[in-house]
């Protein structure tokens, strides 16, 4: 993680990414793409959705979310989104933008 927050200024990265009523802040225990699919997952949406808007197999988008899981500790996605709010890497828009 450390060397991805050390390219963020290099890539004009902000370091945040937004859709549909959430806010995912990278660096924070999962990687760049798992946060902007646990932002997605957040706003309901389904792998197979998710896996068309990136172009990519939903086998793929499952298994950047187990590795999201895996290092949350999380057994659904439930509790996944929920670990992930509470660690900070993704947060509804209205709350406070990543610090």
């Avoid at 370091?15 to 946060?35: K, L, P």
């Avoid at 509790?79 to 509804?92: D, F």
Wanted: charged share 25%; hydrophobic share 40%; proline share 3%.
């Amino acid at each position: 993680m450390k060397a991805q927050e050390k390219n963020l200024p290099r890539n004009n990265d902000t370091g945040t990414w937004e859709s549909d009523g959430w806010i995912g802040c990278y660096g924070r225990g999962v990687t760049r793409r798992a946060t902007q699919f646990l932002v997605l997952v957040a706003a309901g949406l389904n792998s197979k959705t998710i896996a068309q808007r990136f172009c990519m197999s939903h086998e793929s988008v499952n298994q950047r979310l187990s590795d999201a899981r895996f290092h949350l500790g999380a057994k659904t996605r439930a509790e996944l989104v929920a670990k992930a709010m509470a660690r900070g890497v993704i947060m509804p828009k209205e709350a406070e933008p990543c610090a």
